[in-house]
């Protein structure tokens, strides 16, 4: 039942801030995060895998857990995880995300892991799934089904599902303080009204997607924290509009892509105004500087500071910078919905894919 939406993929996007505030309520209980069933003083290493999407999850999530928790993380997809047999040393915790549960390379590399690493837990939005049952911990992300082949909900709450737990891990090895995890949940809850914000950006990604659907080549650009929703964006607009997207973290683009840049290549760069701003600014003038086009997905200080010389902005709400990946899944998800309705491809059922890739 689409609830009156044109598409799966639209009312998945829309429906966000309820499912996000569902995710958070399952979870956070009188202002506290519930057991979430791992003890991170005990974890020397956490080995995080998964797919698609679900792995810019991850690669957002180690950014959370390598600067909250001082925990070191290693991260891959799946199908390369499994073939090159990676040792699991003593006190790992291995970390598997996955919206159906099914993910035949991710379920594999479950399989791999047990009785090798000390714990396996899933993050998995089917709790009756094969990764979740082969489990010891299966945390859930409460996201409702998803039925788009493009995963646009189930992606925030894995990553509010993620925050979550990298949130236990410092508080538990001493990394935060109370008063400091009270003041990132504080931020974690005021997600579902920010998200709520964002998505007022919809008439303004559909202008701009009538222009990105005449490109043939789009480059998203970003750093940090920023650089997996870069990816995100890449691979939405990719399945869903068939246009050629690459995604760098900016400080590669002086490596080579910049090669590619000329006026007829829309670059997307999204930065909100946080410690590396100033950074992307400078790759954006590179940009510019060679006839690109630059789109700029930031916030009102961020445009005050660099809208100027931007082909297109899209202004978003302020966010706290730890968990701006969250909010900035939003013009990610729009940008590629807008540009492939205006190429009139199939949005719900693109080509060539499947919901659950549950063959190698
Ligand atoms: O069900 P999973 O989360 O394991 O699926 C992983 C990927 O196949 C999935 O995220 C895919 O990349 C989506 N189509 C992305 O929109």
């Not at 309820?18 to 506290?32: C, P």
């Not at 409702?144 to 709450?157: D, L, N, P, Q």
């Not at 890449?234 to 246009?243: G, H, N, W």
């Not at 990610?332 to 659950?356: C, E, F, I």
Request: glycine share 6%; net charge negative.
């Amino acid at each position: 039942d689409k609830a009156g939406f044109k598409h799966f993929m639209a009312k998945e996007i829309a429906e966000q801030p309820s499912v996000l505030a569902d995710t958070l309520n399952h979870y956070i209980k009188d202002g506290q995060i519930t057991d979430l069933g791992i003890d991170f003083n005990q974890v020397a290493r956490l080995s995080m895998v998964a797919c698609g999407t679900a792995s810019y999850a991850t690669l957002v999530a180690k950014y959370w857990f390598e600067q909250l928790a001082g925990l070191p993380v290693d991260i891959d997809v799946a199908s390369e995880f499994r073939y090159r047999e990676p040792p699991i040393p003593a006190g790992t915790v291995a970390l598997f995300v996955s919206q159906s549960g099914e993910t035949a390379d991710t379920l594999a590399a479950l399989r791999y892991c047990t009785g090798k690493a000390d714990k396996i837990v899933s993050v998995i939005n089917v709790p009756e799934s094969s990764i979740a049952r082969e489990s010891d911990v299966a945390l859930p992300i409460i996201a409702g089904a998803e039925i788009g082949v493009a995963s646009t909900k189930a992606f925030t709450c894995q990553l509010v599902t993620l925050a979550l737990l990298a949130l236990t891990a410092a508080h538990q090895r001493g990394k935060i303080s109370d008063a400091e995890l009270a003041s990132h949940l504080t931020d974690l809850r005021g997600m579902p009204g920010l998200v709520n914000q964002a998505l007022a950006i919809e008439e303004d990604s559909k202008r701009i997607a009538a222009k990105l659907a005449e490109a043939r080549d789009i480059l998203f650009l970003g750093r940090g924290r920023m650089f997996p929703l870069a990816l995100e964006g890449a691979l939405k607009l990719k399945e869903i509009s068939y246009i050629h997207a690459e995604a760098y973290a900016s400080g590669e683009l002086k490596h080579g892509p910049i090669a590619l840049v000329d006026k007829t290549v829309p670059v997307i760069v999204m930065a909100p105004h946080d410690e590396l701003f100033d950074k992307s600014v400078s790759n954006m003038q590179e940009v510019m500087a060679r006839g690109g086009k630059v789109l700029l997905i930031t916030d009102a200080r961020g445009i005050a500071e660099a809208g100027d010389g931007a082909w297109r902005t899209l202004h978003m709400p302020e966010v706290a910078p730890l968990f701006a990946p969250i909010l900035y899944a939003i013009p990610a998800q729009l940008l590629a919905y807008h540009t492939a309705l205006a190429k009139g491809t199939d949005v719900d059922q693109p080509r060539n894919l499947a919901k659950s890739v549950t063959v190698e």
